[in-house]
């Protein structure tokens, strides 16, 4: 009875573990810049940093969604408002699962589209990741 008992338990430990292991791990954050045109004016109180916050903007909700996984960020590194009306924003973001290229390739993949704002959507006239 002892015997059957250790091995159930060794089997069920050796099912643990390879359940327990990732397929991929992330190798570090994406580190991207975007280019950001609001679709619409921005309220004069528009808070720049939770509009582009990697964890909940437009940005990483819409990486979230695509990479259908949680993410991670450093949040915006840097926004720099242009002067003919377009944002800068360098952010690092990781999708779980997904490569630093897997998830560069995911975010520069928005270029050309809309992503859902708090305040407003946002067409990403280009991004580029490293």
């Avoid at 490569?99 to 959507?121: P, R, Y």
Wanted: charged share 15%; glycine share 10%.
């Amino acid at each position: 009875m002892l015997f059957n008992l250790s091995k159930v338990f060794v089997a069920l430990a050796a099912v643990t573990a390879v359940v327990a292991t990732p397929a991929k791990r992330q190798d570090g954050l994406a580190t991207c810049d975007f280019v950001l045109k609001p679709a619409a004016a921005l309220p004069a109180d528009t808070d720049l940093v939770t509009e582009f916050n990697y964890g909940k903007s437009m940005i990483g909700r819409s990486l979230s969604a695509a990479a259908n996984a949680a993410i991670h960020g450093s949040g915006p590194g840097s926004i720099v408002v242009n002067a003919d009306g377009t944002y800068s924003v360098g952010e690092g973001l990781s999708a779980e699962g997904k490569t630093s290229a897997e998830t560069a390739a995911i975010l520069t993949g928005f270029a050309g589209t809309t992503l859902t704002g708090f305040t407003v959507d946002w067409l990403a006239v280009s991004v580029a990741c490293a």
